[in-house]
């Protein structure tokens, strides 16, 4: 069993097949485990989350689960970057932030990602 802080390098395929021997083939259903504070989202509570608290990226485009689950901790898009104290789940970490990953993902272009790992399979 791996950690949640151990470091991984696998392609996008490897981890697109190890993410639906775990969970299915529903995306929504996959889940990630925050290496800074724990926390497991999958990419329903994401879909939940930006329902009630909109994104938009730079070029203003709406931002939806699949872009950040696996990515961002569900803290982020709940309200951990706002100014003040934050009680809420989660934190303000993001696999793509000065402390990567731990996963790093080789996308089929030849450039990689950062990720956080995989939650384990529901019982």
């Not at 989660?90 to 793509?96: E, I, N, P, Q, S």
């Not at 996963?103 to 990602?113: A, D, K, R, S, V």
């Amino acid at each position: 069993m791996t950690t949640t802080t151990e470091s991984r390098k696998l392609t996008q395929a490897e981890l697109l097949a190890e993410a639906t021997e775990r969970f299915g083939t529903d995306p929504l259903k996959w889940a990630f485990i925050c290496p800074s504070c724990g926390d497991t989202a999958d990419g329903q509570d994401f879909s939940d989350a930006l329902a009630a608290n909109p994104r938009t990226h730079r070029s203003g485009e709406t931002v939806i689960a699949s872009d950040i689950v696996g990515q961002e901790c569900i803290g982020r898009t709940l309200g951990a970057l706002s100014r003040g104290k934050y009680t809420g789940r989660g934190c303000d970490w993001a696999a793509y932030g000065l402390i990567a990953g731990p996963w790093q993902i080789e996308l089929p272009n030849g450039h990689t990602m950062h990720a956080f790992p995989l939650a384990p399979a529901p019982c």
